[in-house]
């Protein structure tokens, strides 16, 4: 009906299912390689842009007959990424690698924080793209510390790595609150994903024989 309300209120969601989705990917990826006495390293520089008209494997259409409303940056959309690695002999038989990670923000969608047409879907924010809200850059340095020795045919190398080494607060995209209507709205929550983790120490030793 025009009011919006269900017809049959004791009926719950129908959804049909449909292989209708589309994505777009365009990028330009540079890498840089060297080696040399010292050790070896690299740099790689990607710039990117995905748009897609669904977030998900199975996602909700505002209009079956208009697929275009949908259309937007899609979740893991990042404009800007740099990785730097490399790793160096230093005496004594030290070996020292290090990753270096940065990249802009991605995108995460707003929504009103109701579900006003009783389809299971909080409502898109209107007036506001799809996916079009950024969170925060990424930002991450691990290093790795590691030497070997050799006894009776048996190779130890203790190791000792540090990952986020400066204890960027990076924020899982998956994690941030799109309702308008939360205290919380734009921020992220806890993430299981090791990418968005506080700085961590490993101690480990690795032996072969």
Known sequence: PVSGARRFTTHGSVPVYASI????YDGLQLHLRGRGKWGSAGLAYTLSR???DHNYKFDYVLDEGDLGAREGASLNDTRHR???????????DVM??????????????????EDTNGDGY?????????????????SRVDLRLSKSFEARKVRIEP????FNLFNNENV???TIDGNVLSPLFGRGGTSLNPLYQPRQ???GVRVAF
């Open 21 to 24: 989705g589309s994505s777009t």
């Open 50 to 52: 995905s748009e897609n």
């Open 82 to 92: 740099l990785v730097g690695y490399g790793v160096v002999s230093l005496p004594w």
């Open 96 to 113: 020292l690698g290090g990753t270096l990670t940065y990249s802009t923000a991605q995108s995460y969608d707003a929504n009103t924080g």
């Open 122 to 138: 909080l409502d898109h924010l209107p007036g506001s793209e799809r996916n079009g809200r950024r969170g925060d850059a990424y």
């Open 159 to 162: 190791v000792l790595e540090v």
């Open 172 to 174: 899982d995209p998956d």
């Open 201 to 203: 120490v490993e101690l």
